[in-house]
């Protein structure tokens, strides 16, 4: 790909995929989100909408495994944008670096932040004199994100270890919750009960609210381009990496529904729980008791935390590879690796900065945190798209050994038609009537990104950053290799 190697290939195959799967973290995102589904379209858009959105995702999963195949570095989504943009090469790779980088910042902060307020549920429901507030969970996430850093900042194999971990400590942990709401409830809803339909959006049009219901699912299968970030730490990654991104969303849409049936049957009193504050944490008191509860809440917090770790871990490498071909300031500060580690040492705590910049607004207003994080996935999937756009655009495209075939095209339209549809329900109005706090501010976040990296673009970086470098030809770089 004509860079020195400064990153060591440690990341195994079950590695590669451990970290897309702990991103995606069936557990962290419906959790998350349960509660917005059960008032946009209920359980039948929470089970049949999981289904759909499922396979959409695996059409997006097999365009980008396709470019992870044929360009497998830590760049990943600007790298390859660059590499398969005909014109305009530097542009291409600029917006998609900018929009990948912030999804990910975004992505790493929301995390963390339900995290936090998990944490704070489980205090409340453990000490109910403990009162949880807005500056207590900035300190908590701010903390969470102190220790995630820190072990990043040591070895790969450390990463990697804990990644393993944290696909066990999901599998395990979906086997409980869903075993426990299985077999301990004395009553569960009929299976007609999967049907039921909602909508308490305050929008009258039954189908809009149902079809902002298959956010939820959207929001859970954000975060999978990690195994592509991965790339350079992976071994026979033009193989490995494009795996890890199908096996991630598969067994994330298996286990995933496993989980969000055992929820939807174990609903005793939905208004009740609809209206909690944590819905998914109302339904376990109601169906488990608290004691229970308090034991499977544990579960889901671990859940959180593993999954901002891998969030941060893929954000370091796309903020490696990015300084590297100086599309950031102090790039060169960005790129360096530690000799002991073997780690972007530096790159790892800007990594973890960012997101408490963007936390910090939530000690004020929940609404402000809010409109700051809402281009996680608007950003996210907008960088998915423009290399699977790019590749529909070539008739010459080179594949690397993990390809489509004579699908790829096929597959890639059927992915960017699919994004375009979910960032468009992204930016609509998600409740009635439409007030500060309601608003929905991912539009207004997403065109403040893009004013300033056009602003920036025309000022100064369109006359130094011209795409990804290239250090040499391959000999060349071969002699540059540290390790």
Request: glycine share 8%.
């Amino acid at each position: 790909m004509g860079y020195p190697r400064k990153l060591t290939r440690r990341f195994r195959a079950f590695d590669n995929f451990a970290i897309s799967f702990t991103i995606i973290n069936i557990i962290s995102g419906i959790f998350s989100s349960f509660g917005f589904g059960m008032t946009a379209g209920g359980p039948r858009i929470l089970v049949f909408g999981w289904i759909g959105v499922s396979v959409m995702v695996l059409f997006v999963g097999a365009a980008m495994g396709e470019i992870a195949s044929a360009y497998p570095t830590s760049g990943a989504l600007y790298f390859s944008a660059g590499k398969l943009a005909k014109r305009h090469q530097g542009a291409w790779s600029w917006y998609t670096g900018w929009l990948n980088f912030v999804g990910q910042v975004g992505g790493t902060a929301a995390t963390n932040f339900a995290a936090a307020t998990f944490i704070q549920a489980f205090l409340a429901m453990q000490w109910p004199s403990y009162t949880p507030t807005p500056q207590q969970t900035v300190l908590i996430t701010a903390a969470i994100l102190l220790v995630q850093a820190l072990a990043n900042t040591y070895t790969v194999r450390l990463v990697a270890l804990v990644n393993r971990i944290s696909v066990w400590w999901l599998l395990i942990g979906m086997v409980v919750i869903v075993g426990a709401l299985t077999f301990v409830p004395d009553h569960h809803q009929s299976p007609a009960f999967a049907a039921y339909f909602v909508n308490n959006t305050g929008f009258t049009n039954a189908m809009y609210g149902g079809m902002l219901g298959l956010l939820v699912t959207s929001w859970t299968f954000t975060g999978f381009d990690g195994s592509f970030h991965m790339s350079e730490e992976t071994v026979k990654a033009t193989v490995n990496a494009p795996r890890g991104i199908m096996r991630a969303i598969t067994y994330s849409a298996i286990t995933g529904l496993i989980l969000m049936l055992a929820l939807v049957y174990a609903i005793r009193d939905y208004g009740h729980a609809a209206g909690a504050e944590a819905p998914p944490v109302q339904i376990l008191v109601d169906a488990l008791g608290q004691s229970t509860a308090k034991f499977l809440l544990l579960i889901v917090i671990g859940a959180m935390l593993f999954c901002g770790l891998a969030n941060m871990t893929s954000n370091t490498r796309q903020i490696f590879a990015f300084s590297r071909d100086g599309a950031m300031p102090g790039s060169r500060w960005w790129h360096s690796v530690s000799a002991r580690t073997r780690t972007p040492v530096k790159a790892v705590w800007l990594a973890a900065a960012c997101p408490l910049v963007l936390v910090v607004p939530g000690w004020w207003s929940h609404t402000a945190f809010t409109a700051v994080v809402s281009v996680n996935v608007v950003g996210l999937f907008l960088a998915y798209a423009v290399p699977i756009f790019l590749r529909l655009r070539l008739d010459d495209f080179q594949a690397g050994p993990w390809n489509l075939g004579r699908y790829g095209k096929p597959v890639a339209a059927i992915a960017v038609i699919w994004i375009l549809i979910s960032n468009v329900l992204f930016m609509l109005p998600q409740a009635s009537p439409i007030t500060p706090a309601s608003f929905n501010y991912a539009p207004l976040a997403l065109a403040v990104v893009l004013v300033i990296a056009t602003v920036w673009w025309f000022a100064t970086a369109r006359r130094r950053f011209q795409g990804p470098v290239s250090y040499g030809r391959p000999d060349e770089v071969a002699a540059m290799d540290l390790i």
